[in-house]
T-cell receptor, first 115, second 113 residues
Framework: EPEVTQTPSHQVTQMGQEVILRCVPI?????FYWYRQILGQKVEFLVS????????KSEIFDDQFSVERPDGSNFTLKIRSTKLEDSAMYFC?????????????FGEGSWLTVV | DAKTTQPPSMDCAEGRAANLPCNHS???????VYWYRQIHSQGPQYIIH???NNETNEMASLIITEDRKSSTLILPHATLRDTAVYYC??????????????FGKGTKLSVKP
């Protein structure tokens, strides 16, 4: 069964460093998302992406964050200068289209620890 | 904010049916009800979704009331591996919030031997 894959599964980085989290969405999907979950808290929407541009972003997704689809398969989340509060699990997700009848599938997540 | 209300926790005996309720009294006519679950800190796993009619798949059944203001997820024979947080989500229609999923706190289901 096709699945969303994410790398790395866990990354430890120093405060102030740049981090890139990578995702390979399901191959025929067109719409992509990043969510995050701080330990013990809710899953929060960060950004959605379609046709090589951001469709929607939350208040969390400030100038420190960026997303990119550098080639036909990868979808990346970059955090420019990490802060301690960026420590969280980051989930990538994809769906064929944005109609609310189309299921959104999630990857297993990348756990980011900022020290 | 999430448009649904769920009990924070529920217990279920192994082998019995688990019935997880969800209230979504402000749901719009073209919004779907989605159920996901999250085991430990794994990625949210899709379970089932529906618009008006009851739905069933290999994992669960979804019963939606006629007025669509509430629904129930049924796991017919719960196992220990079904212990997870279950999220009921009303998904905004395209043109609104781009179909994003807005997660609440969900129901922590504990399946006990």
């Amino acid at each position: 069964e096709p699945e969303v894959t994410q790398t790395p599964s866990h990354q430890v980085t120093q405060m102030g460093q740049e981090v890139i989290l990578r995702c390979v969405p399901i191959s025929n999907h067109l719409y992509f998302y990043w969510y995050r979950q701080i330990l013990g808290q809710k899953v929060e929407f960060l950004v959605s992406f379609y046709n090589n541009e951001i469709s929607e972003k939350s208040e969390i997704f400030d100038d420190q964050f960026s997303v990119e689809r550098p080639d036909g398969s990868n979808f990346t989340l970059k955090i420019r200068s990490t802060k301690l509060e960026d420590s969280a699990m980051y989930f990538c997700a994809s769906t064929p289209w944005t109609h609310s009848g189309n299921t959104i599938y999630f990857g297993e997540g990348s756990w980011l620890t900022v020290v | 904010d999430a448009k649904t209300t769920q009990p924070p926790s529920m217990d279920c005996a192994e082998g019995r049916a688990a019935n997880l309720p969800c209230n979504h009294s402000t749901i719009s006519g073209n919004e779907y009800v989605y159920w996901y679950r999250q085991i430990h800190s794994q990625g949210p796993q899709y379970i089932i979704h529906g618009l008006k009619n009851n739905e069933t798949n290999e994992m669960a059944s979804l019963i939606i009331t006629e007025d669509r203001k509430s629904s129930t997820l049924i796991l017919p024979h719960a196992t220990l591996r079904d212990t997870a947080v279950y999220y009921c989500i009303v998904r905004a229609n395209y043109g609104g919030s781009q179909g994003n999923l807005i997660f609440g706190k969900g129901t922590k289901l504990s399946v006990k031997p």
